[in-house]
């Protein structure tokens, strides 16, 4: 069984083969997401065009997406047009494979399940501290997508209420303007100009003023996390992103996360995700391997 995987990104769209639990043969062209939605699905099919045969294809991708009908619901200007693009109809004209297409998170999410952090967990929380703050809910070993495919927009939630202006601004006062990598970047150069990114922020991690800033975004971070324990009451929590691959970040959060949970949800395991810029394609994987037999019952 051959399986074509592409994670469609901001900057750039990685695809490659899954077979046998591996992904190879992989495969990168920038997405150059400004040109549009047409433009980005023309890239994906580039690439996979290059990849000879194959059984089916999964796709992750940035938006919202309908993972029932494979259709975009949502996407910001980042991908000017790409709201309701058709991707599955699309690639399976162009194909003639079964095709499923998912979230980035939920992707991510479905990997880290099979593959990954929540190999032992059949209930957790998966967030993506990034740009933006991205959530999936994996309940009883599935992603759980709410009514309209969209649930786990933990970025979305209000922790800043005195700074909510939903009129001017749906995500003011949410958690991903002050917790996400984005925010700490901006909180850094407050202060210190010259760093411009989460790696030269933590070059200068020995310095106290700078240790004093990424705490004081940390307990940003903790303030969500408290608030989705305590609903949901997950069995693990697996944070990803590449900030969250630093080991004194997860030591932080976990030093002042504990103390501000309920004394009955702290067996709640706080980890990192383990399959960095693959999950979401190893996730991919899944949805297009349950959408293959799908399509093979359909047949008989």
Known sequence: MRIAVADIGGTNIKAGIWENDVITEVAELPTEAKRGGTHVVNQVKKLLHGFGSFDAIGISTAGQVDSKRGVIIYANENIPGYTGTPLKEILEAEFAVPVAVLNDVNAAAIGEAYYGAGKDSNDFLCLTYGTGVGGAIVMNGRVYTGAGFSAGEFGAMVIHPEDRNAAEDMFSGCYERYASTTALVQRAQWKYPGLRNGREIFAHFDEPGVRRLVSCWAD???????????????????????????????????EKLYPNIMESFRGVKLVAAELGNRAGMLGASQEALEEYHESCKGKT
């Open 220 to 254: 940003e971070v903790v303030c969500g996390l408290v608030t989705l324990i305590h609903i949901f009451n997950p069995s693990t929590v697996i944070l990803g992103g590449g900030i969250m691959e630093r080991p004194e970040v997860l030591a932080l959060i976990r």
